[in-house]
């Protein structure tokens, strides 16, 4: 390894990387380290464990004591030049990315809920990854599992054609046998069974026999225009990326290798569902990689489900999201009519979407699960594509705590009823948004910052009227750490255009308030989540509220929820956040006396303030040797 200036021996870095780790999630940092993985031939350490399967001290002491290794500074941290990593260390990145591939092709799913399968596919994706950009990665891959969709479901309608045209006995019998081939190669048999037609060329069978060649890449793309130019409500929509990707030829091989594991014999149901759960999977899997950037086309699915079990929405619903992102409020939607025996295809869907990669994950998002809906690309604020719309109900995770210029608007805007909120934060501006987008009896369901609960000025002025005038129906304070792109705490907002509209009891002048911030499940450090039976502690409790049928009578419980009236509401200055009207939780006594909990809290304060004092010096001696 070069030795002159900061590029030092290895050893000196292992433990200041502690430091470096946690400079590491600085945004800037971040995008200078994209920009040097796809552009030159650089890893990080973070990326040499992913591939092994190893911690990064791991990876820090495999790599110490070669001297050859050439590295960049990028920010704080730093890359190891790949071509420069001893053969060792190359050999077992090619094997552990190998033996991925290979474990998945001899993986086969025996149903449709063997969710193990799910996450084995996605280690073995993730291997195949090595250093390049997972936003460029994320639209290959989900690409390829749309594209896998659609042959497939292609494959399924024509065997069923085959035997109706081949049987006498059925009414569509075709008696001539090169009849039967032409009627095969007609797209309004499949069309019109809601099939996308796909031409050979497209097909997956067909990308499979081209795995070998080096111009994979081309042969993709020319798959995806044959698929749009055939249908054209996909035009547009499909990634044409992969000739110039950065990907290895065999690495996409090996991504359709993988991928071809996917089989139940064409069971048409099964497939639909299972390639959807994986297609949804993956998306969760990329926002949770991409951090603050994934957050922006990803809501995590306990919260969708939240919101979607609260607003119960029902078969011939207008359904509206003007932050879609990749679709997933549309889909919760469906598999909450679906679970409740109702029929998914009787709702209609409408979506607006700005960024227009996300846009094209929506596409396909709805298109992979059956769903047909409405979506566009543009800007909610200064360019509403439903301007005559009326929900029945909104759901939406829109940006939070953002930027806008009221200037942009039209004089009068109709959305802005309640005031015009300042151009440092539109949070006020999707609110009366979603209001206005409400049907007479219409319903929304939305995640917000927190400050939107209790803020002053011009928001706090338009929240008092939105209150006033008995919009707001629950509001749901949510644990911490349950998002990938915000560390702030947030809420569920609910509001109802009318309460006494008779899907639920008459609730005029009154809010229920919960308080759910101590209600979640760690799945890692960074990560909590809701459990099925959290949820339904949650939405029992505002079905009891509502006096649903089958539920029981509504009480008060301190510390989670609480019925407020409006004059309450008036008398705490407006003020929405659930701890002010909930309460405490009663501490149970564990017979511990105080004196001696004081004393063991003082002792561990104490240590851990003499383990602090080390560390930094440890930190500070070792900046110093790197002369920073």
Known sequence: MNKSSKETELGGLISVKILVDIWQLDNKFNSAIIDYMTQNNYISTKDLARILGVSRQAIQKMLKGYDNIRIKEVGKSFLYEIGSLPEEIKKRIDSARFEAAEKMKSLKISNGKD?????????AADKLRGNINVGEYKNVVLGLIFLKYVSDSFYQRRSEL??????????????????????????DPYQSAGIFYIPEKARWEFLKTKTLQKDIGKYIDEAMEAIEEENPKLKGILPKIYAHTQLESNVLAELINIFSGIKF?????KEKDTLGRIYEYFIGQFASAEGKRGGEFYTPKPIVKLLVEILEPYEGARIFDPACGSGGMFVQSGEFLRKHKQDPSKISFYGQELNSDTWRLCQMNLAIRGI?????????????????????????????????NPQRLAEGDPRLKYGTPPASNANFMWIQHFIHHLAPNGMAGFVMANGALAVGGKEGEIRKKIIEDDLVDIIISCPPKLFYNVSLPVSLWFVTKNKKNGRFRNRTGEILFIDAREIYTPISRKQYTLTDEQIQKITDAVRSWREEEGYKKYEDISGFCKLATLEEIKKNGYVLTPGRYVGIAPEEDDGIPFEEKMQKLTDELKQYFEENHKLEKEIEDNLKKLKI
């Open 115 to 123: 969710l193990d399968f799910e996450k084995e596919l996605w280690k």
């Open 162 to 187: 085959e035997k109706d045209i081949s049987n006498p006995q059925k009414a569509f019998f075709i008696r001539d046998e090169s009849s039967r081939s032409y009627y095969l190669t007609q797209k």
């Open 265 to 269: 014999n064409y069971d048409e149901e």
């Open 372 to 404: 047909i809906g409405q979506i566009e690309q543009g800007n909610s604020y200064y360019d509403d594509k439903f301007l005559d719309l009326k929900a029945d109900f909104v759901l939406s995770n829109p940006p939070f705590n953002a930027d806008w």
